[in-house]
């Protein structure tokens, strides 16, 4: 159970490797998710874990999607042991995030609830 960023709604599930959350997804500097190839170099001169990845395609909206080069076949990550903060923390608790409907990818394990102790709170009123 992972309760981070939030004290009302924890992670539960567990991941069963369907690869998504490593193949064509958006990335994002700041709150802006990345829609050019020069918004793309300039992100990896900053951060090397972007470096992993190349151009997979566009969405609807024109943003660039993108895969990791360390992902397998089997979708085992090939650099588990030294991943980023980011893939470690996927599907991250969120607030702001599920409370404007956001919700991990629709073949991911993980699941978010509302925290028991919170549920509580709220039936009191
Ligand atoms: S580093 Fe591993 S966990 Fe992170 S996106 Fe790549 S394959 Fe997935
Ligand atoms: S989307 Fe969820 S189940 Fe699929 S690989 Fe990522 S964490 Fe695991």
């Not at 076949?73 to 042991?81: A, D, P, S, T």
């Amino acid at each position: 159970m992972q309760k981070l960023n939030s004290s009302k709604y924890v992670r539960r599930g567990k991941c069963i490797r369907c690869g998504s959350c490593c193949r064509n997804i958006l990335l994002y500097i700041e709150d802006e998710a990345i829609r050019t190839i020069n918004q793309f170099e300039k992100v990896k001169e900053w951060d090397k874990h972007f470096t992993n990845f190349y151009v997979s395609g566009k969405n609807e909206t024109g943003a660039l999607l993108f895969t990791c080069k360390e992902i397998d076949k089997n979708n085992r990550c090939k650099v588990y042991f030294f991943r980023g903060v980011g893939c470690r923390m996927y599907p991250r608790v969120n607030s702001k995030f599920l409370i404007n409907g956001g919700k991990p990818l629709d073949t991911c394990g993980y699941y978010f609830e509302i925290d028991k102790k919170f549920r509580t709170y709220l039936n009191k009123f």
